[in-house]
C-alpha cells in the first residue's frame, strides 16, 4: 500500500546548488501535502506544507510544487546548506484525519 | 518552544510481554498520533485520536494495541502481546485544530526479544 512514493532513497547536491526532492502520490483524495525533515535520533520535524488548491507555496529556501494532474510534488531547497543534510519525508492528508509519509530522501549537501 | 515529548525514549521486552509507550502532546493540542517506522521503511500511521476518542486507524492497528489520554496532558499507546514484528521506533505527534502540520516527539525504540 505506497500511496506516497518517494523514487529516490539519496541525493548529494554542492552546498549553493538547489536540491529538487521528489514525490509522487496515487489517491487524488489526498487534499493537503506536508513535506518533513528529519534527524537521527529525533523525529520529523515539519517543513513546509502546500494544499491541493494551491499549486505553489515558498517559505524562504523552500519551496514546494503541486502538479495535481501528474499527482507529483517536488520541494525546492536553494541555496542548499549543509545544515540541510537530513531525511525528508513527504506525506499527504486524506479527507479523513489519516496521513501517509513517503519511505524518505537522504539529503547530503556538500560544503 | 513547546515540544512533544515521549517516555522512555528505548524500550526492550519479551515478545508476549505488554508495553505502554507514553507521550505528552504540547499542551494547546488536540489531535494526537501515534506512528511507526520500522528500520529502514517508511514511517506508518497507526492511530489519530480527538475527542477523548479514536478518529481514524490503520489496519496495522489491530486490537494488540489501544491508546488512551488518562489525564490531562499523557497520550499512552499499549501493545498487549508484543511480537517481534512490533519493534520499531513509535513516534507520537500533535497539532492543532485548524492546521495539518504535526509536531513529532523524539521517539520510543522498541525492541522486542
Known amino acids: 500500500d505506497q500511496q506516497v512514493k518517494q523514487n529516490s532513497p539519496s541525493l548529494s547536491v554542492q552546498e549553493g546548488r538547489i536540491s529538487i526532492l521528489n514525490c509522487d502520490y496515487t489517491n487524488s483524495m489526498f487534499d493537503y501535502f506536508l513535506w518533513y525533515k528529519k534527524y537521527p535520533a529525533e523525529g520529523p520535524t515539519f517543513l513546509i506544507s502546500i494544499s491541493s488548491i494551491k499549486d505553489k507555496n515558498e517559505d524562504g529556501r523552500f519551496t514546494v510544487f503541486l502538479n495535481k494532474s501528474a499527482k507529483h510534488l517536488s520541494l525546492h531547497i536553494v541555496p542548499s546548506q549543509p545544515g540541510d543534510s537530513a531525511v525528508y519525508f513527504c506525506a499527504a492528508k486524506s479527507t479523513g484525519n489519516q496521513f501517509y509519509f513517503g519511505t524518505g530522501t537522504s539529503l547530503t549537501v556538500i560544503p | 518552544e513547546p515540544e512533544v515529548t515521549q517516555t522512555p525514549s528505548h524500550q526492550v521486552t519479551q515478545m508476549g510481554q505488554e508495553v505502554i509507550l507514553r507521550c505528552v502532546p504540547i499542551?494547546?493540542?488536540?489531535?494526537f498520533y501515534w506512528y511507526r517506522q520500522i528500520l529502514g521503511q517508511k514511517v506508518e500511521f497507526l492511530v489519530s485520536?480527538?475527542?477523548?476518542?479514536?478518529?481514524?486507524k490503520s489496519e496495522i492497528f489491530d486490537d494488540q494495541f489501544s491508546v488512551e489520554r488518562p489525564d490531562g496532558s499523557n497520550f499512552t499507546l499499549k501493545i498487549r502481546s508484543t511480537k517481534l514484528e512490533d519493534s520499531a521506533m513509535y513516534f507520537c505527534a500533535s497539532r492543532v485544530i485548524f492546521r495539518y502540520e504535526q509536531y513529532f516527539g523524539p521517539g520510543t525504540r522498541l525492541t522486542v526479544t
Open positions: 485520536f480527538y475527542n477523548n476518542e479514536i478518529s481514524e
Open positions: 499542551s494547546n493540542h488536540l489531535y
